[in-house]
């Protein structure tokens, strides 16, 4: 017997400036329905929320939220905290889309011209 079978995981990103919350058991199988506490750094409930049919939930207003608590049926529950080192990551994502996108448009420039000069070459 498996001392961790319902035990319950939290799994937390940042996606599109939101907060992603997602919640699943040892099992794989998505904690539906279940009830998320939000809580601020002084450990006060800001707000109840419930997770959808996959385990998930996406925040949008979470300035303010530190902690993240869900709980299934049958007392089962799983809290983390949300450190500088997410909202960091957040901030290196949102980076890493701006340098992209400059790169690929100036290898698309890049691939315009030698487009440009093969096909005059070939007309000659």
Do not use: W
Not at 56 to 67: A, G, I, P, T
Request: glycine share 4%; aromatic share 10%; with cysteine.
């Amino acid at each position: 017997m498996n001392l961790f079978a319902h035990k319950l995981n939290l799994f937390l990103d940042y996606e599109e400036d939101k907060l992603y919350i997602y919640s699943y058991f040892n099992s794989g199988a998505p904690c539906k329905n279940c009830k998320i506490e939000l809580f601020d750094s002084k450990q006060i409930l800001l707000k109840t929320l419930e997770t959808d049919e996959k385990g998930e939930y996406f925040l949008k207003d979470y300035e303010k939220v530190s902690y993240v608590k869900v709980e299934a049926l049958g007392g089962h529950l799983a809290k983390e905290k949300i450190n500088d080192a997410l909202k960091n990551d957040k901030e290196k994502k949102a980076e890493i889309k701006s340098e992209s996108s400059i790169l690929s448009s100036i290898i698309a420039i890049g691939l315009i011209i030698l487009i440009f000069l093969g096909l005059k070459r070939v007309k000659k």
